[in-house]
């Protein structure tokens, strides 16, 4: 069995991903978005000049990317401690949940933990588990914060 | 999305701009002159004169509809370039409207908007620190609420989120929350100044003092009066606009300087260094303008040379609004809650009402200019 976790700030989600991966003997992969839709997001402010627009986007850059150390780190932690191998893989994209879905399309997985709401980069303001949902060909499991 | 360049960047534009100039044609060409002779409910011009709408609003509210229901909620790639370019637009169109002004116009009205700007910027980032502390939100987004609800929504949360190290999310959530009341003061504005009489220059007064997004600003005004000229609430309300960006630099200085004066680890921060790095280069290019106007180099008023400026501007505020609203996601806007919400509300309605009371109270019916 092949174990999809989806990562965002939730510890919950990765506790439930690894007593799965622990009791069912599957393998675990955690898939980590960079989120990268910042760009489109603010896209219709038409005030500032392109250097003050340039250090917001590179602020909410060097964001995603501490987050992500962030979050490996925790991870990590909690693999070791819940004795699980996990295999970390990260992607960048536009839309959070489209590199989820392409993950699951080419990585042949059983079953998707995502937490729910899904809080990563600016899917704190959308509904990434119905786009996920609508897309996935795996079972899902939304775990509630 | 990967970032194309050159010639496969102007190709990649066609797409969504196609769309957008073919839509305006349809609204401006077609649907507005119908609007205006369509009986309903036994009066001609129903549409017009009991709904207000026009190209501008009309232009606003299909681009929601692209993006919210024929997109189903994100612009497809390939128009997603095109529609990038609505900046493009309606940064050029306000640089063009300097061309409105006259240097001994601007000096009538612009006492009187510096004024008011001033005192509702600052009073309202005042009222953001009260009652962000009362309930108990975060400093880092009391200083984004502030510069948000007191100076203009979008672009006041990006330039100061940086130097208050505000959570990239919650910024987020800041802007759902100024879009999302900017959006119902943009419909309920014309509504509400039709109704009490407003002239064009008490209504561009109150919507450039009121409204938090300087786009709306701009919407709201156009859709009062979509006439481009000296005199209309277009002409008042972007001075109110202009003064307000202007002030982007001295808000994010303050804001700043509020934040990290309570934090351990102070950074050093110099207005000179904030100017250079917030200014919206933009403003010189309105006042360029002004100062061409000014001289008497674009003709005199009625010239052909300003008719057809006003005729390409009325084109690009209709292209760049279309663009305005497929940028706004219902959806987006609905996740706006908690502490934010509650803030950025309360401080919004304020400002809102109390620059109506105060214009309405202090303000004359008709400007100097």
Not at chain 1, 34 to 60: E, I, K, M, N, Q
Not at chain 2, 109 to 135: D, E, P, Q, Y
Not at chain 2, 335 to 346: I, T
Request: charged fraction near 15%; glycine fraction near 10%; proline fraction near 3%.
């Amino acid at each position: 069995m092949r174990i999809l976790l989806a990562l965002d700030d939730s510890t919950r989600s990765m506790d439930e991903a690894l007593r799965l991966a622990h009791d069912r003997g599957a393998e675990l992969s955690a898939l980590f978005v960079l989120d990268t839709g910042w760009s489109v997001y603010t896209g219709h402010d038409f005030l500032l000049g392109s250097h003050a627009r340039g250090t917001f986007l590179d602020y909410a850059r060097d964001d995603e990317l501490a987050q992500e150390k962030a979050t490996a780190a925790e991870l990590q932690n909690r693999a070791q401690a819940a004795g699980v191998d996990c295999q970390l893989k990260t992607a960048a994209a536009g839309r959070v949940p489209e590199a989820i879905l392409a993950e699951l399309k080419t990585g042949g997985y059983d079953l998707l933990v995502m937490s729910h709401p899904f809080r990563r980069g600016l899917e704190v303001m959308r509904d990434a588990a119905t786009q996920v949902l609508k897309g996935a060909d795996c079972d899902v499991l939304l775990v509630k914060r | 999305m990967e970032e194309k360049q050159g010639v496969a960047k102007v190709v990649s534009i066609i797409p969504g701009l196609a769309v957008m100039v073919l839509t305006l044609y349809v609204l401006r060409i077609f649907v507005e002159p119908w609007m205006t002779d369509a009986v309903v409910f036994g009066q001609k011009g129903w549409f017009v004169k009991v709904l207000h709408l026009n190209y501008i609003l009309l232009a606003i509210i299909t681009g929601m509809l692209y993006r919210n229901v024929l997109f189903g909620g994100k612009i497809p790639e390939w128009a997603e370039e095109g529609f990038r370019t609505t900046r493009l637009f309606i940064k050029s169109g306000v640089i063009m409207l300097g061309s409105l002004y006259t240097i001994q116009s601007l000096a009538k009205v612009g006492g009187i908007a510096i004024g008011l700007i001033m005192t509702f910027v600052f009073g309202t980032i005042l009222f953001v620190m009260w009652f962000g502390k009362r309930v108990g939100m975060e400093r880092s987004m009391i200083g984004v609420m502030g510069a948000a609800a007191g100076v203009c929504g979008v672009s006041a949360c990006i330039a100061t989120s940086p130097a208050v190290r505000a959570k990239p999310a919650d910024v987020a959530l800041a802007i759902a929350t100024v879009l999302g009341f900017g959006i119902m003061t943009m419909f309920i504005s014309p509504f509400i100044g039709h109704a009490l009489q407003l002239t064009d220059y008490q209504f561009g007064a109150w919507v450039g003092t009121g409204i938090l997004n300087s786009g709306q600003v701009l919407a709201t005004c156009l859709a009062y009066n979509p006439t481009i000229a000296p005199g209309t609430a277009v002409a008042y309300g972007e001075i109110w606009n202009v003064v307000r960006v202007i002030s982007i630099p001295f808000v994010v200085f303050f804001i700043t300087m509020w934040y990290w004066r309570a934090e351990a680890e102070a950074e050093c921060i110099t207005l000179g260094g904030i100017i250079k790095d917030k200014f919206p280069v933009f403003v010189i290019g309105f006042f360029g303008m002004t100062a061409l106007s000014s001289l008497g180099m674009l003709g005199a008023e009625g010239s052909s040379t300003l008719k057809l400026m006003r005729e390409v501007m009325s084109w690009i505020f209709g292209l760049g609004l279309i663009g305005q609203g497929a940028y706004i996601d219902i959806r987006e806007i609905k996740a706006a809650g908690g502490k934010p919400l509650q803030v950025g509300l309360a401080a919004g309605v304020l400002k809102y009402v109390i620059a109506l009371i105060v214009i309405m109270l202090f303000v004359s019916k008709e400007a100097s200019f």
